[in-house]
Structures are given as C-alpha cells and as structure tokens.
C-alpha cells in the first residue's frame, strides 16, 4: 500500500524502528512526557524538524507494499505507481539494455534524481538504474513529487526517489521466491540472506542476493507474434531470406521480386524472369513479385521479455565514536548479466539503402558466381549506379543477441555530530562517495561490410581466402562456410563513475513569536566522467549495425546552498501553524571540453494549517538540469527511424528537395540515420508550483485525503528535434522553415545523387519549452474490527496538460490522452489497494488502472479492429478522414494472501498478478510487440510464492 508523509500513518511506521538510516538523520519519539523528542530529516528539505508533514508532497512506500506487490525489482514496482511514466525496462528488447529506468509524470528518466539514504546514486548512461539497487535491502522509500534543485542540485526536476536500507534490522533473514506465468514461462528466482545487529554504540546490516528473470518470446504471446497485431505480415520486412531486388537492368530492368519461396538453390542459379519485345515480364520464372505476402515476419524471434541475472552485496554500518561524533559506512557491489535477442540481420546494400551506402554501394561484380544477371549491378557507369537495393535476410546466421555484464560498486563514508550555540542545537555532517558502472558487452549475428563487399566483387574469384557469397539463391543458400567469412563478434566496454563530496549544518537561528527560524546550510562537489569504447568493426563502419564513434568525457559541478523555515503564526485563533520555507542554491558547472555554465535555482514553500485537522501546502521552485556525458559527449550513433521523406517524387516544389532525381522514391519505412551530441549543450532550467492540501478528521479516525495541483515548465529543453523534423525543416516543408533545427541542415542532412539521404543527423540541442500539469488525489482509510483490520489506499494522477513550444513560440497539441506506440501520455492513472489483516493472516487486492489514449493510425484503417474511430473534415467527395486507435481504458488485478508461522518464525506468500489475464492494448505505432512495452504488461497471468524464515 502506498502511503502519503501524513504525520499519523507515518509516525507509526517509524517508533518501530530503532535507528536511522545512515546518512540520514536519527528518527526517534518521545516516550513520554518530558522526553527530549528528536529532529528528522524530511525528503525535500535538509532542516531536521519535528514533523514529518512538509510543504512539499511525499508518498512513502514501505518495504511491506513492496512484498504485497510481488516483484523483485524496485524498478518495476516504481513503475507502477501513478507518477510513473514511460521508461526503459526489461520488456525493452529492441533498443533495451538490461536496465529500468524511472520517469516521473513522463519528463524522462534522467529528470528524476535517485538517492540512497539521502546521497546521490551513480548513474548509467545520463539516469539512474534502478536494477542497481537490490530490493532486498530496501526499508522504505521517500518519493517527492515535487522539484527540489535548489536543495538536491541537478536532476531534481520531476522529482526525487529516496531508497532508505534496512539499518535497523536484527537477527537473520531467509527468503527464497518463485514465480512463473500461466503460459509457463517468465520464470523469476530471487533469494537473498540478511544479517543484522542494533546495539549501543551502532549497528550494522549486511545482505546479499540473487534473481534470475528468464525470457518470454514474442511468438508465445498473440499479441506479439506479428509486426502489427492482426495485419498478418503485411508490415513486415522487405529484407527477405529469399532475398527482394529492386533495380534496373540492361534488358529494360524488373523492379521489386524476389526468388521464389520453392526455388531449389542446389540445383544452381535462379531462371532470369521472361521478357516480351518491350522488356514487360511475361513470366516470373524462378522469380515472384515482391508484395506483403512474402515479406518477413521478424516478430517471434524476438524477446518479449528479457532475460537477466544479478547477484549483489550490500553492507552498511554506524558507530558512535565519541559523544555526538558518528561515522557511517556504506558499500555496494551489484553484477548483472542481461541479454536481447532480435531477428537475423538483414543486409541491405545499394545506392537506396541509404546513409554511406548511398555515396558508394556495394558492387555485386558481374564475375560474382551467384550472379544471375551477368552484368555488374550497382557499379558506376551501370543503370544500377544510382537506382535500387538489394534486401536479404541473413537467416543462415541466427539471431542477433546482444549479451550485457554490467558491475556497480559504490562506498561511502561519512561523520557526523551535533554541536551547541549557546542554547541551540546544530547538527552537523561530512560525506564522501564513489561510485562507478563498468559494462562490457558482446554482439553476435551481425556482419563484416568489407569482407561482403569483397565476396560479392571480381577479386574474390583469385583470392584464396575468400569465399564469394550468394545473395541469389533463397532461403538456404548461403553456407557455413560463407557465413565464417562474412560474420563478426563485436565486444565494446562503457563506464560511468561519480565522486560526491558534501558537507551540511543544520540548526536554529533565532526565535519568533511563532518558534524557532531553522537553517541549514552547505557545499557539494560532484565530478562525473563516462566513456563508450565500442569495438572497432563498429568504430570504423564496417559493422552491419552501423557506425557508433566513441563516448569520453567529464564535467564537474561545485555548489552552495541556503535554506530557511520561517515559522509565522502558531496556536492561534486562525491558525495552528502559518510556516514560511526558503531556499537558494548557486552551482557552477564546467565539462572537460572546457565549456563553463553556472546556474542559480531559489525555491518558496508555504504550509498553513487552520486546524489541526487540515494542512494547506503550496511550493515554487526553480530547477534545473546538466547536460549528461551521452549529451554533451556521445559520437555519431548509427539509428535506423521510420519516417515519411519528403523529398519522394522530387519533393513537388520544395526548396530543400532540389536536385533530388523526380524518380526518387524511399525504398522502405526505415531509412539510415545517425544520432549525435552537442559540446555546447547549455543546462535546462525549468519552474514548478504546487499546491494542495491534506485533511485528517477528527471525526473520521484513519481516514485522510490529499490534493495537490502540479505544474512544471521546463525551458532550453534538452532533446532531439526527431529525424522527422529534420527531413522536414531541411526540406522547407511549409510551416517548418523557421524551426530551430533549420540552421543546422547544411550540417546534419546531405543527400546522395539518387535522392536518399547519405548523412541524416538528429543532433542534441536545447529546444523550446516542454510543460506538463495536473493533480495528484490520495485516499486513504483504515480500521480496526473484531474480525481483522481493513485499509483502503486510493493514489490517482490525472496528467491535464502535456505540451511542447519551440523556440518559435509554436506549441504542439495536448499529447495528454494520446499515445505513440512507445510513448504514452494517459490522462487518469489509479492504483486501489485493499488490505484485510487477522492475527497471522493477510490479503491484499490491488486494481491497477490507466485510462484509454488514442493514437493516430492512418493507413491502418483497412484493418478491422484496429482503427474504427475516425474524425472527418468536409462531406462527401471532399470529406477527409483522420483515423485512431481508441486504447479503451485498461485494468488489472492483482491478488495476495500471506500466513506467519510465529512458532517457526516463517512467513509464506502467494500471489497471482493480472488475475484475469488482461492483455494490453493494440498499438500501431510501437516499435516493436504490437504494444507500448514502456507502459503495459504483456506477461498475462502471473502466479508466485515467497517463504521468509527469520532467525
């Protein structure tokens, strides 16, 4: 069950702790009257108070909701909250890495600052792993939905995740998982062992554990098995394993066939189609035409869900060195082993596969004795030279698998103490961390351009080491020994580090009619490098997966912050509590290119209570962003979008499409593009508000409700225009010719003589302004009866605005509501969680809810099922249609039940997620499974137990 920070609930939750997280500040109560009652530090502020209720909102997940949910990563269980937004995960396979990110109220994973006990946690490429963070040591978790930069520095954006471990736990602990999907697959395995000890003078916790995920494959589910869920192969690929060849020829050319799916490849070359007088085909002979029927269905060899293993250590411990003088220790190791796997490659070669290909294709030679043309195709001087492609799927190779390790370290250490002024207490502390991602990874199933371009030329013939390859013979047709001339085995290596230095006091200054002003203040330094080393196949473009150049560099950032509570009014008529909060915080950043930017973020918060029974809160705060090393630092890396060229027919009229060849026409959905960094990139800044309120009757024992408005501006946008936008704006598509990316087309977009673009960049740049509003709504009720205690948690996020202005003041429509296929902007999200608790016996029913979006579907809507809703424009012969994919609203439910064997000290769980096998939603759109992988579950059905034995 979630929990919002009210001062009941969670004061509950913490008298039964019996120390504090380290790094953190001690939580105590008094015990009785008179009892000195000790500050805590709130998520958000770094004044210890009283209080746990603050300004700014904070829900608390305790390590009991993150049982009931039944998931062993805190990543996904993150994800399922209301807050969560589209993310990379584990259901990620094209594109995924192994990892799961977080991003809040959808601004991006690297727009959520993640702490451990209050410290900054190494990030992996720009944002943080969650993965990296076993949740076996978890004790709770602090989420602010709120900005905090001028409190926490870069990052705190969208928000702030806080990981507290488990420093106060005693004794030892075992727990073994298992879990399995009705489909019999998806198999998860955890097992993790703590140790812990609380005495006088400290403690220490220790814990290690382990997981396995296996995968699930696209085929075994429906919904997955098709390019496009219910088009049959119609979206497939155009790369065939028999092989699509589109091209002219001497005798006047054929144009889009392939060999005939029963072509015998042993008994020799394939049969030239017949031509009549005037070069028309007559007959296909070993050939066919190409169409959608014998496209590739690359969709069942894919994961649908992929594969990992980590193993992790953790141990974390505080010691009382003098009165008032503690150290804290604290130290990581987490190993992962991930992996994705995709469809055969496909080669592609000729002047319209696009990107270097296009300046200079590869020649398939005359003297190639697979060639059944008798003629050099793609040659200069040739008909070919500048006019077709070849497409073959090199099924004869297996899989593309994409194999990660992955190891996280992280220490710390630091002192801490209170001090007197007089009659006022000062607490102080002093911290150091490193920590640091080291990856290596291997690439299976791709090719060597040089060595292909070498077997199909004229040399191969008197090189002895060579062996000339067959791209003519269908499926079957390339052999072994072929294939050990032609394939690579790429291995690159990444890391990422981060040293932390911080020093904070915190206190009382004076007194104010209303109570104490408190303080605090403090210094940071953080120095972040990273490096991408990929394999030199790659570096070099000879890679069949395109050309990555590498990544290296750092940038340094130094900071000074205040922060203030201004008490106003207290125990008065109108008032119990009127409390004013500020802060400032000044940082200077320089990256190793040299580039300097500093940037100043201020934050006001107010809190007044009327009553004892009702708070109103609201806060302003600045934030703002640095640029990550993949920002500022990143080499070239090849992507392969799916866009629409403008250009296509000559580009009818448009100034950037002169010179393009009037016969040009893209020859497939994905053209050859590259991604790129920017030196120069300045840090984002953004502006949030916050206000609400939180009620807990009197009247009503157990029951409170929070409400509280969001609304985030985020300026010099740190983002890619999209490949789309460029072709656009460089083309001078009317109504784009003043976008911000249009200054860099000289740079970013060159074309080849016949049309397609050879260099196609999507450079990082700070563009326009992104804005996002709405309101989060909280219930909560529990009660305690004869037969057992009921609680209800209610947490519902309604996303009202979600919009981007560029730098021309021209804003996009309202993305709330719609989705595009991998992105998805839901308007209502809701989590309801029911909980029945007697004596050793606990249920939990849990109904997870997002609400319908709609996604733009043209050119789908002959396809039953997928795209009814239309709006149109005009009537009859002048009537246009717009087509959607209406998502329908979307439910699942979970169910728990737990039984305790106090005489064993045992606890069993048994569970069983989605219990009624909802399937996702369909989407057009998404890249790849037929449905948004960064929003939606497409395990099904899914049973687990748990036993827990402590000691």
Known sequence: MHKNLLAKSVRLAMISGAAAAAFTSPVAFAAEEGAKVERIEVTGSRIKRTDMESAQPVEIVNREDLLASGLTSVGDFLNTMTIGGAAINTQSNNGGDGSTRLSMRNLGSSRVLVLVNGRRWVSDGGSVDLNTIPSTVIKRIEVLKDGAAAVYGSDAIAGVVNVITRNDFEGVEASAYYGQSAEGDG??????????????????FFNTSYTKTSPIWAGDRDISSEPVYNTGNDFGSSGTPQGRFTFPTANNGFANYSVADDFDWTQGNPTLPTLDADGNVTAYNDFQPFSNDVRYNYAPANYMLTPQERWSSFIQGTYELADNLRISTEALYNHRESSQLLAPMPLFIGPWAGGAEALEPTVVSADNIY???????????????????????????????????QDTWRFAVALDGEFDIGEREWSWGAHYAYGENSGKSTTTGRLNKTRIGHALSSECNADATCVPLNLFGGEGSITQDQLDYISTTEQSSSGDSITNYTANVTGSLFDLPAGEVGAAFGWEYRKESGFNSPDYMVTSGQSTGGKILPTEGSFKESSYYGEFVVPVLADMAFAELLEFEFAIRYTDLENSEGFDADNTSAKVAMQYRPTEELLVRSTWSEGFRAPTISNLFAGLSTTFPSVQDPCNNGGDGLPGCVGVPPAYTQPNSQIEGQTGSNSQLQPETSESLSAGLVYNPGWAEGFDVSIDYWDIEIEDVITRAGHQQVLDTCAGVPGEQNHPVAQYCDSILERSPSGIPSLFVNPALNLGTLATSGWDVS????IETEVGDFKV????????????????????????????????????????????????VSVNWKTRFISSQTEDCNGFEDYEGLCDGYTSTGTGDDEVRDYYNDYGDYYVHDLQAAYRIDTFNTRFEVGVNNIFDETPPVSVQAFANSFDVNQYDGTGRYFYGRVTVSF
Do not use: C, H
């Not at 219930?779 to 529990?782: A, E, K, S, T």
């Not at 999200?829 to 050793?840: G, I, V």
């Open 371 to 405: 060639n059944p043309f008798g003629e050099d195709i793609f040659a200069e001087g040739t008909d070919s030279y500048s006019t077709g492609f070849i497409g073959r799927r090199m099924i004869e190779n297996g899989n593309r698998i994409f194999e990660q390790s």
């Open 779 to 782: 219930f909560n009720y529990g």
């Open 187 to 204: 198999d998860q395995e955890q097992f993790d062992l703590s140790l812990g000890q609380v005495g006088e003078k400290g403690s220490i």
């Open 793 to 840: 948690a209610w947490d519902n996020t309604y996303t009202d605005n979600y919009s981007l202005t560029d730098d021309n003041g021209i804003e996009t429509d309202n993305y709330a509501g719609q989705n595009f296929g991998d992105d998805g902007y839901p308007r209502l999200k809701s989590n309801m969680t029911l909980s029945w608790s007697y004596e050793d």
